[in-house]
């Protein structure tokens, strides 16, 4: 059935720089919008990006915007997000989903990774 792995999560210094990766499996992965969320320890779950299915058109928060890029390769049926620049602000656990529609409410996404770690010292 539907899965979703995310990777790539660690420890960084403040300004470096990480890549995640999200493999899909058990759903039509070239048919999918892809989205990265994250939440903070004590936070709700916030939107970071998402990517339409045909890789052409994207949608970034404020917050992360000119410094994160999402990406997908339908290939190999994974999505990626780079991370650069890294901020404090940034830690969190980020988990990838997959859904119908292009857009950055949680709620369009139908599945959900178990999320990774991603820790910011400053």
């Known amino acids: 059935q539907a899965q979703l792995v995310e990777s790539g999560g660690g420890m960084v210094q403040a300004g470096g720089s990480l890549r995640l990766s999200c493999a899909a499996s058990?759903?039509?992965?070239?048919?999918?919008?892809m989205g990265w969320f994250r939440q903070a320890p004590g936070k709700g779950r916030d939107f970071v990006a998402a990517?339409?299915?045909?890789?052409?058109?994207?949608l970034y928060a404020d917050s992360v915007k000119g410094r994160f890029t999402i990406s997908r390769d339908n290939a190999k049926n994974t999505v990626y997000l780079q991370m650069n620049s890294l901020q404090f602000e940034d830690t969190a656990v980020y988990s990838c989903?997959?859904?119908?529609?292009?857009?950055?409410?949680?709620?369009?996404?139908?599945?959900w990774g178990q999320g990774t770690q991603v820790t910011v010292s400053s």
């Open positions: 989903a997959a859904g119908p529609s292009f857009r950055a409410n949680a709620a369009a996404y139908s599945y």
């Open positions: 058990g759903l039509a992965f070239h048919m999918a919008t």
């Open positions: 990517l339409s299915s045909n890789g052409i058109n994207t």
